[in-house]
């Protein structure tokens, strides 16, 4: 028998014997260099045991999880690089542009006065902490607001009334303000069959930021409103 064909035979029985020990196709080709067709080829009338079969079945959901942590992980570290990128970009703020920003927010969060019921007060009203931040900034730096001139209001579910202390600590940190003024707290009925995702120690409810005697400089908010619109739209 030529060496080429002895070989050849050799190479089949170690990858049957292999792959009757419940070896996948990837381990065999390790250790058997054969084109992986050839390989289907030799084993396709070899049986696997049912724990072998559930080891290969383990071995490929692993595979499958690695593989969704590499990509998700990397979809992670691209978001983070464009974020930073973009963060850069920003640089510093002027006194003109954080008005901008301010104005821009009420637009998007603020109550409006209406027509039929004037003499609304400037109140904004969210729940990231980040917008709460930015707009308390604008309030006192850019519009000069006192912070005795401000009312805050704390609108949460009813199912976290035994998380209030922690509550409370949260927006005290995020408005630089005193515990004392977060008395004014609202409860709404939470649904049993609920999909929210905002629940349970980390979840902090809504916050309301009032001036107090402010319905003039709400209209004055709502002239700037109509004067970036007039500019931009």
Known sequence: MPVVQLNYKLLK????????????????????????STLSLWLRSVGLSKRQKQRLTERKLASIKRGWIKWHQQRI????????????????????ELW???????????TKEKKHNPGQNVCFSNSD?????????WLKEIIKIEESDIKYEIYIHENSKNNLKNVINYWTQITNSNPVNFKYIYFKKSKINTKRKNIGNKYYGLLRIIVRKSTNLNRKISGWIEGIHSIAG
């Open 100 to 110: 901008l920003v301010g104005v821009s927010l009420y637009w998007a969060e603020g």
């Open 13 to 36: 029985e170690k990858a049957i014997n292999l792959r009757k020990q419940g070896l996948s196709y990837s381990e065999i080709l390790k250790k058997v260099p054969v084109a992986k």
């Open 129 to 137: 902490p980040r917008m709460i931040k930015i707009f308390l900034k």
């Open 77 to 96: 570290d691209l978001m983070n690089k464009i974020k930073n990128a973009a963060k850069s970009e920003v640089g510093g703020l002027s006194k003109r």
